[in-house]
T-cell receptor
């Protein structure tokens, strides 16, 4: 079974802190994604990566950056956390090349910024 | 641009009731369509998918048919169980980058 793990289930940070959210997948997938999930808004794509050291902006990249130094790991960085970044963050991965392929999701990190 | 619209929730049903969750989409071309489910405290997992018009996806008693003429992909189940209580997301695949566009999610609560 594909496994996508995220470093924390719950995280509490203060405004202005730098925050790192880590995601690791064990299926050698090329594509990795970061979403945020908010009530009534569904999932919105923040960034995605289709290869090591490659990254593409999603629909809401402002205030975020990402890093992909190794194929299995995709990190989301909040350079200076703000209260409007309080949300559930979901990481996903999928194999490249087959558009119909499923995305596999991690359990999510619920981030609270005080 | 591409978009997905789901019916507003929450939906509350009694056990063994019939379920329909409406999903309509706007897209160019012929996107693949998905239903994902999120059980309490968990990430999303694929429930079913359809890749072309008139395809029917099915899994765990759930079904959805890709209707190009009405741009819809409604989720149905004949008899829901308490264990089906979850948030359901309709999504479409956008282009060839693997990106998914999600609807806002519909919360289903099934009471015994």
């Amino acid at each position: 079974d594909v496994k996508v793990t995220q470093s924390s289930r719950y995280l509490v940070k203060r405004t202005g802190e730098k925050v790192f959210l880590e995601c690791v997948q064990d299926m050698d997938h090329e594509n990795m994604f970061w979403y945020r999930q908010d009530p009534g808004l569904g999932l919105r794509l923040i960034y995605f990566s289709y290869d090591v050291k490659m990254k593409e902006k999603g629909d809401i990249p402002e205030g975020y950056s990402v890093s992909r130094e190794k194929k299995e790991r995709f990190s989301l960085i909040l350079e200076s956390a703000s209260t409007n970044q309080t949300s559930m963050y979901l990481c996903a991965s999928s194999p490249r090349g087959v558009p119909t392929d499923t995305q596999y999701f991690g359990p999510g990190t619920r981030l609270t910024v005080l | 641009g591409n978009s997905v619209t789901q019916m507003e929730g929450p939906v509350t049903l009694s056990e063994e009731a019939f379920l329909t969750i409406n999903c309509t989409y706007t897209a160019t071309g012929y996107p693949s369509l998905f239903w994902y489910v999120q059980y309490p405290g968990e990430g999303l997992q694929l429930l079913l998918k359809a890749t072309k018009a008139d395809d029917k996806g099915s899994n765990k008693g759930f079904e959805a048919t890709y209707r190009k003429e009405t741009t819809s992909f409604h989720l149905e189940k004949g008899s829901v169980q308490v264990s089906d209580s979850a948030v359901y997301f309709c999504a479409l695949h956008s282009g060839n980058t693997g990106k998914l566009i999600f609807g806002q999610g519909t919360t289903l609560q099934v009471k015994p």
